[in-house]
């Protein structure tokens, strides 16, 4: 199936304007969907790419984008908070949407981005379904990954940390948005079909995350586990896996309504 790429220019409410891309199947497409990629990762990160493709020769239209101070996406991550990423995978879908003349079908979030899309969806109607693949149950999880600089962030404002060999700057905004916020009230006005995706062996967001989120959803809710997969999803055999799991259990909600 022969796929095509277009660059997707998307303004926040708060004039930032950030970079997608559009993954296009050949032909008319069977549903759409946008990827909220993981932390201080970007829509070029390897992982979210190789999904994108993979669920593109599913025949679903994709969006990839970068979150503020990531990638091409203007602004910086230094200003970044749990309402700033909020607002833009809030503007990347009406942005898709806008661009294509339909709505959104489905939201994947991977990793801080599945929480992100818990977040966001139960305030989206038009959104079918929501995935998360190896996301935390709280957004705070992500602390973890710079708690050796919490203090300092605290004390001066912000602190350059590496996240899995890229250096990006943390701030306080940031730090203490994440630490607030729980997905209580998300789940429970979820009111969609949910598919929860996680691997046994996920050394960075353990796989009780996933048990959490499943326990505090309501049905419909179905859980995967990737059994061989890492966090990252760095094998391609395994991001290939994750869309054919993704396109067979959305099959239904991707029907024309009836």
């Known amino acids: 199936m022969g796929i095509t790429n277009k660059t997707l220019e998307i303004v926040t409410p708060r004039g930032v304007r950030l970079s997608g ?3 296009q199947p050949e032909g008319t497409p069977v549903g759409q969907a946008c990827i909220a990629h993981c932390f201080a990762c970007s829509k070029d990160f390897p992982a979210t790419v190789r999904l994108a493709r993979a669920l593109a020769q599913e025949g679903i239209v994709v969006l990839r984008f970068d979150f503020m101070g990531l990638g091409d996406a203007e602004g910086r991550f230094a200003d970044s908070s749990f309402q700033t990423y909020c607002e833009d995978l809030g503007a990347a879908l009406d942005g898709f949407d806008a661009h294509t003349g339909h709505s959104t079908d489905l939201l994947i979030g991977h990793s801080f981005g599945g929480a992100m899309a818990l977040a966001l969806a139960g305030l989206r109607p038009e959104l079918r379904g929501v995935v998360t693949i190896a996301a935390p149950s709280e957004p705070g999880h992500v602390t973890r990954l710079f708690e050796a600089q919490a203090h300092g962030i605290r ?8 996240i899995g060999g890229r250096t990006i700057t ?5 730090l203490e948005s994440v630490e607030s916020q729980d997905l209580d009230a998300a789940l429970e006005r979820l009111g969609r079909p949910l598919l929860i995706l996680h691997a046994p062996k996920d050394t960075v967001v353990g796989i009780d995350h996933a048990r959490r ?13 990737l059994h061989q997969a ?3 999803l760095t094998r391609p055999e395994h991001t290939a896996y994750v869309a054919r799991l993704i396109h067979a259990w959305a099959y239904d909600l991707l029907r024309p309504h009836q």
């Open 170 to 174: 943390i701030g306080r905004d940031f």
């Open 213 to 225: 989120i499943f326990a505090r959803a309501g049905h419909p809710k179905s859980f995967v586990a």
């Open 230 to 232: 890492d966090h990252l």
């Open 155 to 162: 004390e001066t404002g912000s602190a350059e940390v590496d």
């Open 21 to 23: 891309v559009i993954v």
